[in-house]
């Protein structure tokens, strides 16, 4: 005969405004204990007055016991596991505590778990405690929760995006199908948002369920700097949410880990070295809530973890003066000007003006429009206006417009392959620049003229029957083509934002196909490719005013949130650490290229303007958070590096050599800031200017 103890926890709906309500998913969510013969199990249960039905279970301690422990080491990864599960329950307040112990041929191993409800989701501190007389070796810890979902609709933040489809077939990223046995466990430093989820279908239903972790570095660790690991593993029957202290596994491989750009290296031995006495806690959430459409179950632990983190403060921060001060003075050092030619300079040393992506160097005619009077310098409208009369003059071909211009030989050329998404961003910083400079008075005809060919150009070739964009990063031409179809009321460009609009939600909003490549450098899933749809989505509400461009921006939002650092992660020693940095704002690239960096500024003002939308706080304190955030690291000159390595990763040939050889030594916790490319520089300048606009009071 079974005993049930059941503890109902209400779930608070989530009480944030706007983007959280149309979404809040907040269901009735229960810990059940279920007493099984001297032990006890525990089962996380969604619609809990009906616990006997089987799809009800959102999450359950594994058949063998609630607590496993490996106690040997063998083929690269933990073996000689011993499960048990608890003897003894405790209420205290709101704290239901299991107790009881695991018993190994060293020593016995004393055990609790103190789950309490807490906002959307049921936290739980899990305690170790070795009463051996002598060390523990070999030890692996763990936390292992089942669901009964199968499938490859997994998120893990910024590392796994239903399985990575798009760049699976680049060989360079982390992939997952879940079928049986397949394993995707990573260091908890490499997640943006510190959870695990999975989405799956369940009696006509969509259900999902999320392991949330407080990241920390695990005592006792064999490894230098050594992290408990955040992860799934595929079962026969069951999809198994973990944390383990430390052994890490992907693309059916264990102990490796994605620290390079082009693949992974070993990263052996991760298990701890326990001593006599010793106490272990790590503490964790169990989420369980309902999936209101396909592609959308990444949504809701998304705001759970801001509701775990809350990352909003900016004390300590630099300030939008400061940075907008620094960021104009480095600027000035990239201007260029020769007679009629001017514009401002990719690279420090080399002669180029590059549109989009690294260049930008059309942003700064429509950004110092708007910021020039706080600047205080007269220069400054001059060199907007000098930089787009001479940029209109670029020459088109039969993919557009070339994107690159030699200012030392004087000419237009195109370096590479197309870089349409470079088109779009540039054609965007056209339509802001005519739109601000007709409000001034000042002579905007070339730019226009430029425009229109632009946007001609680019909305007949949407609008052809064979128009087939391999990935997101043409979403980047619905806002140009949006703001110039205001300007110039040519229908054609009406007409191409919808279709393009139509296209990349009926591809992307089930996440069959994540938003992917809009990176020049890493075809595969990235926060630069769910942008680009933002960017899009919103301007689309903006043009047509119907609710479900809104619901499609929210979705993209979310998913460009998933690459948004919620917490501070702990550095070890190095520059990071020497400059008491702060991670929490900042946004990791892809699922390839896996440092930070501050291109996340540029998303800032959609993020903001969005929040305005849905009359959501939150959404406008998480974009000024980013902004002001990746303010850190200018240095005296305004400059900053682009790649700062928050986990085990390294992009530079410098670091690439010392990884193949598996030497982690001075690389966590260190950046590259010698790739200086005009972006980092304009991507700054360009959002103020965007925040001013949107009345956020961006001088001190």
């Given at each position: 005969m079974k005993n049930y103890f059941a503890i109902s926890l209400t779930v608070l709906v989530l009480v944030m405004s706007g983007v959280f309500d149309l979404h809040s998913y907040g269901r009735p969510l229960d810990l059940r204990t279920e007493r099984d013969g001297e032990n006890y199990r525990v089962k996380i249960v969604l619609d809990g007055e009906d616990i006997l039905r089987k799809e009800s279970i959102g999450l359950q301690s594994p058949p063998e016991g609630l607590w496993s422990i490996a106690t040997e080491w063998k083929n690269s990864w933990p073996a000689g596991w011993i499960h048990a599960g608890p003897t003894e329950i405790e209420h205290v307040a709101d704290w239901t505590i299991l107790r009881g112990k695991l018993e190994t041929p060293a020593g016995t191993w004393r055990i609790s778990d103190s789950y309490r409800p807490e906002g959307n989701v049921i936290k739980c501190i899990r305690r170790f405690a070795w009463e051996g007389v002598a060390a523990a070796d070999f030890v692996t810890l763990s936390v292992r929760f089942q669901c009964p979902g199968r499938g490859s609709q997994a998120v893990l933040p910024g590392i796994l995006y239903h399985g990575n489809p798009s760049g699976a077939r680049s060989g360079r990223v982390p992939v997952y199908s879940g079928q049986p046995g397949q394993e995707a466990i990573y260091e908890e430093h490499r997640f943006p948002m510190p959870y695990a989820s999975l989405e799956w279908s369940a009696g006509g239903s969509l259900q999902g369920a999320a392991l949330h972790s407080l990241s920390s570095p695990v005592p006792f660790g064999n490894r230098l700097d050594q992290w408990w690991s955040l992860g799934l593993v595929a079962r026969e029957q069951s999809t198994e949410l973990v944390l383990l202290s430390g052994p890490c596994a992907s693309n059916g491989k264990r102990s490796v880990i994605k620290a390079l750009q082009r693949g992974f290296v070993t990263y052996d031995n991760a298990y701890l070295k326990v001593p006599p006495g010793a106490i272990i806690e790590k503490t964790f959430y169990l989420e369980a809530y309902k999936v209101r459409e396909t592609g959308s179950g990444f949504q809701q632990p998304t705001r759970t973890s801001l509701e775990i983190f809350h990352p909003y403060s900016v004390e300590g921060m630099p300030t939008f003066g400061s940075i907008i001060e620094a960021k104009y003075r480095f600027a000035k050092t990239r201007w260029y000007q020769d007679g009629d030619i001017a514009g401002f300079k990719k690279y420090p040393d080399r002669n180029f003006f590059v549109f989009g992506w690294c260049g930008q160097t059309a942003a700064l005619g429509y950004a110092l429009q708007v910021l020039?009077?706080?600047?205080?310098?007269?220069?400054?409208?001059?060199?907007?206006?000098?930089?787009?009369?001479?940029?209109?003059?670029?020459?088109?071909?039969?993919?557009?417009?070339?994107?690159?211009?030699?200012?030392?030989?004087?000419?237009?050329?195109?370096?590479?392959?197309?870089?349409?998404?470079?088109?779009?961003?540039?054609?965007?910083?056209?339509?802001?620049?005519?739109?601000?400079?007709?409000?001034?008075?000042?002579?905007?005809?070339?730019?226009?003229?430029?425009?229109?060919?632009?946007?001609?150009?680019?909305?007949?070739?949407?609008?052809?029957?064979?128009?087939?964009?391999?990935?997101?990063?043409?979403?980047?031409?619905?806002?140009?083509?949006?703001?110039?179809?205001?300007?110039?009321?040519?229908?054609?460009?009406?007409?191409?934002?919808?279709?393009?609009?139509?296209?990349?939600?009926?591809?992307?909003?089930?996440?069959?196909?994540?938003?992917?490549?809009?990176?020049?450098?890493?075809?595969?899933?990235?926060?630069?490719?769910?942008?680009?749809?933002?960017?899009?989505?919103?301007?689309?509400?903006?043009?047509?005013?119907?609710?479900?461009?809104?619901?499609?921006?929210?979705?993209?939002?979310?998913?460009?949130?998933?690459?948004?650092?919620?917490?501070?992660?702990?550095?070890?020693?190095?520059?990071?650490?020497?400059?008491?940095?702060?991670?929490?704002?900042?946004?990791?690239?892809?699922?390839?290229?896996?440092?930070?960096?501050?291109?996340?500024?540029?998303?800032?003002?959609?993020?903001?303007?969005?929040?305005?939308?849905?009359?959501?706080?939150?959404?406008?304190?998480?974009?000024?958070?980013?902004?002001?955030?990746?303010?850190?690291?200018?240095?005296?000159?305004?400059?900053?590096?682009?790649?700062?390595?928050?986990?085990?990763?390294?992009?530079?040939?410098?670091?690439?050599?010392?990884?193949?050889?598996?030497?982690?030594?001075?690389?966590?916790?260190?950046?590259?800031?010698?790739?200086?490319?005009?972006?980092?520089?304009?991507?700054?300048?360009?959002?103020?200017?965007?925040?001013?606009?949107?009345?956020?009071?961006?001088?001190?």
């Open positions: 020039a009077d706080g600047l205080h310098d007269p220069n400054a409208l001059k060199m907007a206006t000098k930089s787009l009369d001479f940029l209109s003059t670029a020459e088109f071909y039969d993919e557009g417009f070339y994107t690159w211009y030699d200012f030392k030989e004087r000419k237009w050329l195109q370096r590479g392959r197309p870089e349409l998404l470079s088109q779009g961003q540039a054609m965007l910083n056209f339509a802001n620049a005519i739109r601000t400079g007709r409000a001034k008075g000042l002579n905007v005809s070339r730019w226009e003229r430029f425009l229109r060919r632009a946007c001609d150009f680019h909305a007949k070739r949407i609008l052809k029957d064979d128009w087939k964009p391999l990935s997101t990063n043409q979403a980047f031409f619905i806002a140009p083509l949006c703001s110039a179809y205001k300007l110039f009321g040519t229908e054609i460009y009406r007409r191409a934002v919808v279709k393009a609009g139509s296209v990349y939600a009926s591809r992307h909003l089930s996440m069959d196909e994540p938003y992917w490549g809009g990176t020049l450098d890493a075809s595969c899933e990235d926060k630069e490719g769910a942008f680009a749809a933002l960017q899009g989505f919103i301007a689309l509400y903006e043009l047509n005013h119907e609710t479900k461009y809104l619901k499609w921006a929210e979705h993209a939002c979310d998913l460009v949130l998933t690459y948004m650092v919620v917490w501070d992660i702990d550095m070890p020693p190095g520059r990071l650490r020497d400059h008491g940095f702060k991670t929490r704002g900042w946004t990791a690239v892809s699922v390839q290229n896996q440092h930070i960096d501050v291109f996340g500024v540029l998303i800032t003002p959609d993020i903001y303007k969005l929040g305005q939308y849905l009359n959501s706080d939150d959404l406008k304190k998480v974009a000024i958070l980013m902004y002001r955030s990746c303010g850190q690291l200018i240095d005296p000159y305004g400059s900053q590096g682009e790649q700062p390595y928050h986990t085990n990763y390294g992009q530079h040939a410098k670091y690439t050599r010392q990884l193949k050889s598996n030497d982690l030594t001075g690389l966590r916790g260190n950046y590259f800031e010698d790739w200086t490319v005009f972006w980092i520089t304009a991507h700054f300048l360009n959002a103020a200017a965007q925040f001013k606009e949107l009345g956020v009071q961006i001088l001190d």
